[in-house]
């Protein structure tokens, strides 16, 4: 069965700190996709990355970084000088394997990056 | 703008009524999905449409109900069989094959009284 575990339910840092979330993903499949969503305050999903399973080329966009692993079925986010701004809940997700499109989040982190 | 809206933003429901959840989308997206949250908990998927006239149950559709008339639109009815309705609701599009990304409209806060 498909999963996606979160297992930082909570970070706190201090503005400038570097900080990186875990997603642990389970899946039979040999093609599939890895999300990252951030969820501020106001709610809406803000879709930030997506993955292919062929694809285990890192990632940098800005201040922002995916670090992917097949190996240890990881993906990983890092935000590197976090700013207050940063402050949300993160959703890793997986897709499911039937062509509907539908996704598998995990719990969730909820990261509070202190000024 | 393109675009998910969901109205509205705060609901109040009386127990042992039903409530109907808007979901409009502009992006030509063929697929849409409602998600609910739970505080500290991820996404669950209630129901979900491919096209148009048809639509699936998702892991917690017990208590829901769905309509898909319009490609726009994918309208969310909470009914009064929904145990605990109080939660945060998410709709979303896409183009509906694996591995598309699914945009979040910015969900609608349902509250049981």
């Known amino acids: 069965a498909q999963k996606v575990t979160q297992a930082q339910t909570e970070i706190s840092v201090v503005e400038k700190e570097d900080v990186t979330l875990d997603c642990v993903y389970e899946t039979r499949d040999t093609t599939y996709y890895l999300f990252w969503y951030k969820q501020p305050p106001s709610g809406e999903l803000v879709f930030l990355i997506r993955?292919?399973?062929?694809?285990?080329q890192n990632e940098i966009s800005g201040r922002y970084s995916w670090n992917f692993q097949k190996s240890t079925s990881s993906f990983n986010f890092t935000i590197t000088a976090s700013q207050v701004v940063d402050s949300a809940v993160y959703f890793c997700?997986?897709?499911?394997?039937?062509?509907?499109?539908?996704?598998?989040f995990g719990q969730g982190t909820t990261l509070q990056v202190k000024p | 703008d393109g675009g998910i809206t969901q109205s509205p933003k705060y609901l109040f429901r009386k127990e042992g009524q039903n409530v109907t959840l808007s979901c409009e989308q502009n992006?030509?997206?063929?697929?849409m999905y409602w998600y609910r949250q739970d505080p500290g908990q991820g996404l669950r998927l209630i129901y979900y449409s491919q096209i148009v006239n048809d639509f699936q149950k998702g892991d917690i559709a017990e208590g829901y109900s769905v309509s898909r008339e319009k490609k726009e639109s994918f309208p969310l009815t909470v009914t009064s069989a929904q145990k605990n309705p109080t939660a945060f609701y998410l709709c979303?599009?896409?183009?509906?094959?694996?591995?598309?990304?699914?945009?979040f409209g910015e969900g609608s806060w349902l509250t049981v009284v």
């Open positions: 979303a599009s896409g183009r509906g094959n694996s591995g598309n990304t699914i945009y």
């Open positions: 992006l030509n997206h063929d697929a």
């Open positions: 997700a997986l897709s499911e394997p039937s062509n509907t499109g539908k996704l598998i």
């Open positions: 993955r292919n399973s062929f694809d285990e």
